[in-house]
């Protein structure tokens, strides 16, 4: 036993990984741990590296576990959702997946997944509160975070200087104040997509929550965005475009940063990831602040985390191997080489001495998943942004493009999709 093997196949996509094994009985009791734990994974960071890191912790856990062998895939991100329907129809599949918090929810009133906050018992103090409420559902914790990230507001120090802007905004308020100052040196506030390239999550999501709204009822079986919350978002939102503070080609023309006014030095602020702001404008060039506030402060970045199936052939061991691959020493290694932050509040200084990502590391607290979501998330989110697009570009008022958006968005709910 204790043979690691690794195999890349074009399997799933860590969107919408889920998983089904041929055993479902728990093994190990209190005694030694033995059997086969297969793990699918995505190339989260550097192929190549991530795949020596996960050989290094495998071999280590054989060593301290010789009756288990680990197997892991590391799978494509694309062609996710096919490939999980054949495994599960069939029956076949890992003992431990790669999810992110949309996934959750799905698998785990399906009774996929094994709830694993027992396992964790003290060491679930050491997780950010964000973290862990990414990867819970209906109060049970099922996965144990292993990264997260986040998107600031993050400013263009060049066309600050160029407008004699010194204090960057908090608020709305503030905010709308400084497209005024920066459009007066010709310049734009901010760059918003809405085009069916970009996740809801980094577009209008934040705004919503920005402003006190939510995206679904608490019980999950209607949309709330349809709300005093939500109509002052977008009627925000419409304003800057109206206002000439954001270019309005990128409303519904996809487009890489690379190849927008952002990436020419023509825009202020933008939520996006600093890591490629600083390729674009140069690290002395990038501002980090804290997310917008209105009714709330909070930005968006998720969380990647792994789960075990309840299918698996020996679940103590599989859950064993996650707590492993989450403990500080490991997560120390992998999000520092990934260039995600990491989940646990004893890691809060991985980039201590980055002057970019160390600031952004001080703002984990702030970030929110937005969730959690139901199972037709996915479809519910594309009939909103057809609908904000339509208001964005004039052809329906705000409230309208709300009110078509709430009952698409029922429609799918009720009817699974």
Known sequence: MGRTRLAATGLLCGL?????????????????????????????????????????????????????DIEITVNPWQGAQEKLTAALAARQGPDVVYLIPDRIPTLASQDLLVPMGDALGGDRADFNDNALDAVTYDGQVYAVPVLQSALPQVYDKRVLDEAG????????????ALGEQVKGAGY????????????????????LFQAGGSVYSQDGTKVAFNSPQGLKALTYLKGLFDQGHAPKGPISEPSQIEETDVSRG??????????????LWGAENVRIAPPLKDERQVGYGTVGS????????????????????????????????????????????????????????????????????????????????????????????????????????????????
């Open 306 to 417: 792994y789960g075990v199936l309840k299918t698996a052939d020996d679940t103590a061991a599989a859950t064993e191997w996650v707590k492993w691959i989450s403990r500080p020493e490991a997560l120390r290694e992998f999000d520092a080489a990934s260039g995600f932050f990491a989940p646990r509040k004893s890691l809060n200084d991985l980039y201590a001495d980055d002057p970019v990502l160390g600031e952004v590391e001080k703002l984990i607290p702030m970030m929110s998943t937005f969730g959690p979501h139901p199972k037709d998330a996915a479809e519910v989110s594309a009939a909103l942004r057809v609908e904000i697009e339509a208001a964005l570009r004039g052809q329906k008022t705000p409230q309208q493009a709300l009110a078509d958006a709430e009952a698409e968005g029922n429609r799918i709910l009720s009817s699974g999709g």
């Open 266 to 279: 023509k825009v202020a602020q933008v939520a996006f990831e600093p890591q490629r702001l600083v390729t």
């Open 16 to 68: 919408l990984i889920v998983s089904c094994g041929s055993g479902g009985q728990s093994g190990g009791g209190g005694g030694e741990l033995s059997g086969t734990v297969v793990m699918w994974t995505n190339p989260i960071y550097d192929e190549a590296g991530m795949r020596k890191h996960y050989e290094a912790e495998a071999a280590a856990f054989e060593k301290a576990h010789p009756g288990v």
């Open 188 to 207: 734009y506030l901010t760059e918003y997509h809405a085009h069916a390239d970009m996740a809801m999550n980094i577009s209008f999501y934040p705004w």
């Open 165 to 176: 802007v010194e204090d960057v905004p908090t608020t709305w308020e503030e905010f709308a």
